[in-house]
């Protein structure tokens, strides 16, 4: 039972949580130089991770996958079972995981360094909201970067298995951008678009949460950091079933 009662006060913390932040969009001040500051930091900082592990996902997807196509005489479909793994499961997961690791704990460990030093205490003093100061903005840079860093890997993990498929496998590069252009349809496109905003809000809220709710000291900290982490990543994955399903029955699928 008090399993029970702490996941439903976690997560009418973390409901209340998304109300402060977002609520009165428009009432000044609204702070978009942090906005920005954090879409640059969570976007552009998680980028070359993300294009590396997106490059060799692509790769390996290709090379793992063509021997079993090459069985059954369909090795030219090598492309389009890439894009549509990437599109529809691993682009979105992958990207999200890589973003809770980076974004997701680095976002706990600030906030949770401000409640111990007692800064947070100091901006409700001054009359400062910090929800709207501190919340709002990392909400807003996850949930606008999670679909951006999540297209560029699904192109980059593209392109790793067309080099992939050109040196190693000899299938013609036409071939293989043909196969994968037929992956693309408006179900897939939607669907990792719903996914990644899905994910990058539990990416924010959790790491959020777990730096705002920050007692102990630099102790404190650190179990904060990697709940926030391991919260993320289960939730992610979790979640990723049920959007499926809900995406499949959709597009009529299931």
């Given amino acids: 039972m008090n399993f029970f009662l702490v996941l439903l006060t976690e997560l009418q913390e973390s409901t209340l949580l998304v109300w402060r932040a977002l609520r009165y969009p428009f009432r000044r001040p609204v702070y ?24 060799f996902i692509g790769a390996v997807l290709a090379l793992q996958t063509a021997g079993t196509l090459r ?7 090598t492309g389009r079972l890439v894009a549509t793994s990437l599109l529809r499961e691993l682009g979105p997961v ?15 460990a600030e906030l949770g360094a401000m409640c111990v030093s007692e800064q947070i205490d100091a901006m409700r003093a001054l009359g400062t909201d910090p ?8 909400l807003l ?18 392109i790793g298995g067309l080099i992939v498929a050109i040196t190693l496998l000899q299938i013609p590069s036409s ?42 000291g630099t102790v404190g900290v650190g179990q904060s950091t990697t709940t926030s982490v391991v919260v993320s990543i289960v939730l992610i994955l ?4 049920f959007l499926t399903r809900l995406i499949l029955t959709l597009s009529g699928m299931a």
């Fill in 141 to 158: 840079a996850l949930l606008t970067m999670a679909p951006i860093l999540t297209v560029f890997a699904n192109v980059v993990g593209i």
């Fill in 238 to 241: 979790v979640s990723d079933f």
């Fill in 32 to 55: 978009w130089r942090e906005t920005v500051a954090q879409m640059d930091s969570i976007g552009f900082g998680t980028l070359p991770i993300v294009l590396l592990a997106g490059f």
């Fill in 94 to 108: 992958l990207t999200c995981i890589l973003l809770a690791g980076r974004a997701g704990s680095g976002i706990a």
């Fill in 131 to 138: 929800f709207r100061k501190l919340v709002r903005p990392r």
């Fill in 71 to 77: 069985s059954f005489g369909a090795q030219n479909y």
């Fill in 175 to 216: 071939v293989y951008l043909s196969s994968a252009r037929e992956a693309l349809n408006y179900d897939d496109i939607w669907g990792t678009f719903l996914k990644t905003g899905v994910f990058g809000l539990i990416v924010a809220v959790v790491g959020c949460r777990c730096g705002l709710r920050t007692r102990g």
